[in-house]
């Protein structure tokens, strides 16, 4: 079974960066689709940006411009660049695996790490 383990939130000022990193397990990672998840307290999860196998890259329409994910298939390892951080990002930030088998999909989700941008 996959498992994520999320790092490099905090506290930052409007403006600045962060960048999040998601360690998984798994030995087919590189056929792993990943993405990031973000969720503020009273709204629902929503969509912050997707990655493929093959490196293709979706972003959710309120960080586009400003995130950058990327993936290390060597490390097993998908990072969150996030630039121009505006308080309205502050939430909770999820680290998401598509795996499984040609008939099977499993979805795992990390435990999160808080990013609080500050006015």
């Known amino acids: 079974q996959v498992q994520l383990v999320e790092s490099g939130g905090g506290l930052v000022q409007a403006g600045g960066s962060l960048r999040l990193s998601c360690a998984a397990s798994?030995?087919?990672?590189?056929?792993?689709?990943m993405g990031w998840y973000r969720q503020a307290p009273g709204r629902q999860r929503e969509l912050v940006a997707h990655?493929?196998?093959?490196?293709?890259?979706s972003y959710g329409d309120l960080v586009k411009g400003r995130f950058t994910i990327s993936r290390d298939n060597a490390k097993n390892t998908v990072y969150l660049q996030m630039n121009s951080l505006k308080p309205e990002d502050t939430a909770v930030y999820y680290c998401?695996?598509?795996?499984?088998?040609?008939?099977?999909?499993?979805?795992?989700w990390g435990q999160g790490t808080q990013v609080t941008v500050s006015s």
């Open positions: 798994g030995r087919t990672f590189s056929s792993y689709a």
């Open positions: 990655i493929d196998s093959r490196g293709s890259e």
């Open positions: 998401n695996a598509l795996s499984g088998t040609e008939t099977t999909v499993d979805v795992t």
